[in-house]
């Protein structure tokens, strides 16, 4: 009998806090997973939610438990087994039927099986699920992409299962293929960035006023009740406090300093490069890591060049705490801008307004800050966020102290990666007569390629000399 109110595949850690988030809020749900094993365990464990739970281990029968037009979520590992999952089902799904990923796949997988999918009727929802572990189960951030029309048979259990801002659910469709999981993709971008200027403060803490780990997270702590408060902020202060039980020694002090990375926020640059877009706070958190994996090739690297002289930054931690807002407006400014091309390159109207309102709660990105952003965009206008006035204002107010961090890191020898960069795409984009009347000067005199002029129309060539010394 079909009695399950949606149906979800995968119960490794998300995919069963997922599940029992969904019957938490009343639905029925029927579970399955390659390991049969695995069902009975969950079950089990359910508590009294185990009584809207259906467990099968056979995929027929799993999904002829689900009502029609049937809801599956897949959380599979992204690439190959997603698409081999869609073929297992394939077969014994009904015209109207739909399947939601939600795990983090590239955009350009999502759309190209929604471009297969959708000429069979089947709707496929490619949904993007921030806030880890802890969020699948009390409350995620939800960005769906995909079938319209199935995103609709969906839209109350997703909807019910997402994290609350102020009572507003933070689950939203945001447009066709691949949409959603774009939005999850910049999320991620945006999610590096801020990371890797919380670690590039921390770095100018400890190396550049010489403060212990303890130190440091008093000072998040506070940090996190003014402008920058935000999940990232306060768990950086937990992570920061927190003692090794077997040394009694900080547990930051002990952590080997290579930082992993899963392939999203690369994916954010390349689709930033790839549509010209400038996000170099992105770029630069994601070649931090990169940087940070090398740590054979660093050590080398210090014996030869000495070691960072580092001493007492000339910064206060007011000038710290306004750098890294100035850091985050820019690195959000460029998230934002990047969302916008994809828009209007794929057709998406991707509604900037509400991706800022539904990462106000549930995702790991979520901050004050994007209470006040979704306010700024809601009034109207795409533009960059640092043309918004309520951000023009902080800027005004910040700029100056981001400028000084960077100097102490420049003359202290301790890199600034993302808040550099952030710093030069706002001198850059701030400046009315850059310095690209050079490039193009070059460019015409080793290629012909011509350039435009301030005083004449039309495209120009320089008369070049023909003969070098080189
Ligand atoms: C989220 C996170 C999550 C991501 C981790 C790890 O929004 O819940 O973005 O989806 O998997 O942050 O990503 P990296 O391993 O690439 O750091």
């Known amino acids: 009998m079909s009695t399950a109110d949606i149906g979800l595949i995968g119960l490794a850690v998300m995919g069963s806090n997922l599940a029992l988030n969904i019957a938490e809020k009343g639905h029925t749900i029927a579970v399955t997973n390659r390991t049969a094993s695995k069902i009975d365990d969950f079950i089990a464990n359910a508590g009294d939610l185990a009584d809207r ?33 869609i073929e297992q089902l394939l077969p014994h799904l009904d015209k109207g039927d739909a399947i ?24 496929y929802l490619g949904v993007g699920v921030s806030g880890g572990e802890e969020g699948a189960r009390h409350g995620p951030s939800i960005m769906v992409g995909g079938s319209k029309e199935q995103w609709h048979n969906a839209e ?7 994290a609350k801002f102020n009572g507003e659910s933070c689950c939203a469709y945001l447009g066709e293929g691949g949409a959603g999981h774009f939005v999850k993709t910049i999320h991620n971008g945006i999610e590096y960035a801020d990371m890797q200027m919380i670690a590039e403060v921390y770095g100018v803490m400890r190396d550049g006023l010489g403060m212990s780990p303890s130190e440091c ?22 992570v920061l406090d927190y003692t090794d039980d077997k040394t009694g020694k900080p547990l930051v002090d002990l952590i080997l300093d290579k930082a992993g990375q899963k392939g999203t926020g690369r994916w954010s640059a390349i689709a930033a490069q790839q549509m010209g877009v400038p996000a170099t706070a992105i770029e630069g958190a994601v070649a931090a890591r990169s940087v940070s994996s090398v740590k054979d090739e660093r050590v080398a690297a210090e014996k030869v060049y000495g070691k960072p002289s580092a001493g007492s930054a000339d ?20 998230g934002f801008a990047v969302l916008q091309k994809a828009s209007e ?8 307004a509400t991706i800022a309102k539904i990462w106000r709660a549930g995702c790991i990105i979520r901050s004050r800050f994007l209470d006040q952003m979704s306010a700024a965009y809601a009034k109207g206008g795409n533009q960059n966020l640092l043309m918004v006035p309520d951000f023009v204002a902080v800027m005004q107010d910040s700029h100056t102290a981001l400028r000084k961090v960077v100097a102490a890191g420049a003359l202290g020898e301790f890199p600034l ?4 960069a952030s710093l030069s795409y706002f001198d850059s984009y701030r400046q009315a007569r850059g310095t690209a009347n050079l490039i193009q000067g070059q460019r015409d005199f080793f290629g012909a390629h011509g350039f435009e002029m301030l005083d004449r129309e039309g495209e120009q060539h320089g008369v070049w000399p023909s003969t070098l010394d080189n």
């Open 53 to 85: 739970i259906i467990g099968k281990a056979d995929l027929v029968e799993f999904i002829q438990t689900i009502k029609r037009p049937r809801s599956i979520i897949i959380m599979v590992k992204a690439g190959q087994p997603v698409d081999d999952m």
């Open 100 to 123: 939601i990923e939600c795990g983090n796949s590239l955009f350009t997988d999502t759309q190209r099986r929604f471009d297969y999918l959708t000429p069979k009727g089947i709707g």
């Open 156 to 162: 109350a259990v997703l909807t019910a299962i997402a």
């Open 217 to 238: 997270a008093k000072v998040f702590k506070k940090w996190n009740e003014g402008p920058l408060n935000s999940y990232l902020i306060e768990i950086t202060g937990h």
């Open 315 to 334: 910064v206060t931690l007011e000038d710290l705490e306004k750098a890294l807002l100035a850091g985050k407006i820019v690195a959000y400014a460029q």
């Open 345 to 352: 390159e794929n057709g998406w109207a991707l509604p900037l």
């Open 417 to 420: 990666v993302c808040l550099s």
